[in-house]
């Protein structure tokens, strides 16, 4: 099992650049494809961006596409998304997501495909 805590949400203008970060802990990080999510009030959780166990093959939305970027660094239990250039409809709470997957290249972009959840960071981007 791990647990996933996410950080790094706030307020930032459109334009400018933030970083999320997903803590891992439990289980070796290094055993879970990760991904990044988002939901807004009324809507279902989107799909981000996904990164696999070896960090090795990305994907990404595409309306994220060229300006976010998904990372891990296994010996700090840390994934990231790299936000640059945000947009006022990138706002939403962030949610990274944990899976062990079968293949170490592997990424994943539904939210049934993962099995731990961090409890959200909320991004709100000004225009």
């Known amino acids: 099992q791990v647990q996933l805590v996410e950080s790094g949400g706030g307020l930032v203008q459109a334009g400018g650049s933030l970083r999320l970060s997903c803590a891992a802990s439990?289980?070796?990080?290094?055993?879970?494809?990760m991904g990044w999510f988002r939901q807004t009030p009324g809507k279902e959780r989107e799909f981000v961006a996904a990164i696999s166990r070896s960090g090795t093959m990305t994907n990404y939305a595409d309306s994220v596409k060229g300006r976010f970027t998904v990372s891990r660094d296994n010996a700090k239990n840390t994934a990231y998304l790299q936000m640059n250039g945000p947009k006022p409809e990138d706002t939403a709470a962030y949610y990274c997501?944990?899976?062990?997957?079968?293949?170490?290249?592997?990424?994943?972009?539904?939210?049934?495909?993962?099995?731990?959840w961090g409890q959200g960071t909320q991004v709100t981007v000004s225009s």
């Open positions: 439990g289980r070796t990080f290094s055993s879970y494809a």
């Open positions: 997501a944990a899976k062990e997957p079968l293949y170490v290249s592997r990424t994943y972009s539904k939210p049934d495909e993962y099995t731990y």
